[in-house]
């Protein structure tokens, strides 16, 4: 009888972790979702897809995925080497409103999958740069 307690309790403890952190995540300013898989010329399937969250950063693109338990996230690209080589609308693969986004990071490819609005907030990001006083005369 206790051993069951003991996993109902280590259940519900799991479980409110991993709500409590995708909460945290989707309240934030900046999260949009975001699918991920690693680039392969020779794939073919298409379930090599990842949920997961992107969430904009002065000088990075964070990635988390949504059935995790991890507080950090599970990937992470920096501006200045993050570049977008191509997207394409999934409008005739019956998925209308997403874009296939092909992207490479430090020469390695890999490819996201998000909405029309989050591939132009995107995009947006990536020629946008913060203020910095770098170069600047005080």
Known sequence: MWI?????????????????????LTTEVGVFDCAYRAFNP??????????GLCKYQSDRLEW???????WKPNRGWLRDHFDLTGRVPLDLANMP????????????PF?????AEAY????????SAPPTPR????
């Open 4 to 24: 069951i307690v003991v996993v109902l309790v280590l259940l519900a403890v799991v479980g409110v972790w991993g709500l409590s952190r995708l909460r945290r």
């Open 42 to 51: 020779s794939r073919t399937s298409t379930d090599d897809w990842t949920q």
């Open 64 to 70: 988390w995925r949504v059935y995790s338990l991890t």
């Open 97 to 108: 409103g997403l874009y296939l986004v092909q992207c490479r990071y430090q020469g390695v």
């Open 111 to 115: 490819e996201l999958m998000m909405s």
């Open 120 to 127: 132009h907030g995107l995009s947006s990001w990536i020629e």
């Open 135 to 138: 170069g600047y005369d005080y």
